[in-house]
C-alpha cells in the first residue's frame, strides 16, 4: 500500500478512536488492536501531526501518580472523518471500475 495513503488511513483511524470521548495513548492502541495494528513508534508521531493541524487536542492529567496526556477530537478532526467518508464512497467507486472484469464487484 501507498506509504502517504496509509498514513492518512492510520491519522483517520485515531480520530475516529476518540471521536466519543478523550483517550490516552495505551488505550487507542487498544480500540484499534481489533482492526488495525499500530504500534506507539507509529501512533504518537500521528497525535503530534493531528495536534499541530489542530484535528485534536491534548491536556494532561494525573493518573495513578503518573501524568498522562489525554487527546480529545476537535470539530475540525470530527470533520475529518466525514471528508474521509465521503472521499471513501469514491475510492469504492474506482475500486468497482478497476475490478469490474475480475467479477470481484459482489463483494463490495
Same mark, same amino acid.
Request: proline share 0%.
Given at each position: 500500500?501507498?506509504?502517504?495513503?496509509?498514513?492518512?488511513?492510520?491519522e483517520v483511524c485515531v480520530l475516529a478512536s476518540i471521536k466519543d470521548?478523550?483517550?490516552?495513548g495505551?488505550?487507542? $492502541?487498544? /480500540?484499534? &488492536?481489533p482492526y488495525v495494528e499500530i504500534s506507539e513508534s507509529t501512533l504518537y508521531p500521528i497525535l503530534r501531526r493531528l495536534e499541530a493541524a489542530e484535528l485534536l487536542t491534548v491536556r494532561t492529567a494525573e493518573y495513578n501518580g503518573r501524568l498522562r496526556k489525554y487527546y480529545h477530537i476537535t470539530r475540525a478532526g470530527l470533520a475529518r $472523518?466525514? /471528508?474521509? &467518508?465521503d472521499e471513501w464512497r469514491e475510492i469504492l467507486s474506482i475500486y468497482k471500475f478497476v475490478t469490474k472484469e475480475d467479477g470481484d464487484n459482489e463483494k463490495i
Open positions: 500500500m501507498d506509504i502517504q495513503m496509509k498514513r492518512g488511513l492510520l470521548g478523550d483517550s490516552y495505551y488505550q487507542i $492502541i487498544k /480500540d484499534m &488492536k $472523518i466525514e /471528508d474521509f &467518508k
